[in-house]
């Protein structure tokens, strides 16, 4: 295909995946004429995957490569590959510094997390993005003075399992590993407001449930 | 209590304090000399729903000054009470203009959420920001592609609806509503990013299971 059809199909601009291109984010056509080049479906592949990874994932291009790069590697594994790109999801967190006074609290909530998951079974790495997010969240709860002990969390946990395991299923589906990526950064970050948007729905209706009372009216100033 | 202690057991500094009072966020104390007031346990009650409005729940002044407003109005019940707080709480979306091409994608997916919500006995307002910024999402999703279809939604409402409405309980555990107030604002935004992590932790889980593999390193580039 030429590369306006590619741009088309892939859902950004011409001048879009000339960047892409350029950055060496998408390899390079089969030389027709000299002004034109053909593109195959791997294009168009690489081009959701890239898309996917920048726009909906937040990447820096540099991220985006070293995602790139593990995916191409013959070397690495089904799970190193997708993994490797849900690593570089932001929002990325960092440890207070070891002279922070909360540092003595961080590295308690963070060996209580830890040990949570582990005694849940769950293979996770001490390193995952995903447990500094934890604990930092866990920090800040009880830093304000509110409940967030660890079998609050653990009940978190135990919700959050099936339906992950559902959503893994889904990313399953795709025998390509590129595919899969892009499945797996799309639906981790795309879900997540639909996640809290319904919570907060269903805040609003146990309360009205409970005190049996229509659902108010929205607020008339500051909207 | 003092100035200083009121700040002290409120968690936040005195100046913090005073520009609260200043604001009229805060009721001023009753005054004990020309230059000191002495402040009771209702100040202290207030300045933590204060706080909670404006740092955790990310309220302007104004913002937080209509939910105090609803929640000091004797007319106003419990229910309305503590969903005016939830309304106010981040990010606010609004819908596309009746002039954007997008207008007719978002009602088509409008009409769908609020009919899936209905068909589940929900009761929530039409108005409620949360079920715009599930449209927004959803929307989102379809515009690129993937699959974002009403039973895929369905699913998510069945597995968060028990954790809200455990969550709630723990809110209608405090009797004062001021304290209620406090609780539904600090534990909705405080619990979403804990939700998040571990549902990232749990697909961590689920692919090492799948693929019995060890957990990946953390990537050494860009982080």
């Given at each position: ?7 088309d199909?892939?859902?950004v ?7 892409y ?22 294009h168009?592949?690489r ?60 590295d ?13 079974g769950?293979?996770?790495?001490d390193?995952?993005?995903a ?39 889904v990313m ?12 797996a ?9 639909i ?9 609003e ?6 005190h ?12």
């Amino acid at each position: 295909m030429r590369l306006s059809e590619l741009s088309d199909r892939g859902g950004v601009s011409v001048a879009t995946v000339k960047y892409y291109l350029r950055e060496g984010l998408l390899p390079a056509g089969t030389p027709v004429t000299a002004r034109q080049s053909a593109y195959g479906e791997e294009h168009l592949r690489r081009l959701r995957l890239v898309r996917a990874l920048l726009t909906v994932g937040g990447m820096t291009i540099q991220q985006a490569r070293d995602v790139l790069a593990v995916a191409d590697d013959p070397a690495s594994g089904r799970h190193e590959r997708v993994s490797v790109a849900a690593y570089m999801l932001g929002p990325r967190i960092s440890p207070p510094q070891t002279s922070d006074p909360e540092r003595a609290d961080w590295d308690e909530v963070f060996a209580e997390m830890r040990d949570l998951l582990a005694e849940m079974g769950w293979r996770v790495s001490d390193g995952a993005p995903a447990l500094t997010a934890l604990t930092r969240a866990v920090v800040t709860l009880r830093a304000l003075g509110y409940r967030g002990g660890v079998d609050h969390i653990r009940r978190y946990a135990e919700v959050m399992h099936p339906i992950a395991a559902e959503e893994y299923a889904v990313m399953e589906e795709y025998p390509v590993v590129e595919e899969a990526i892009e499945a797996a950064v799309a639906y981790t970050m795309l879900y997540e407001p639909i996640l809290l948007a319904l919570r907060r729905l269903a805040h609003e209706d146990v309360s009205a449930r409970l005190h049996d009372t229509a659902p108010p009216d929205p607020p008339l100033s500051s909207s």
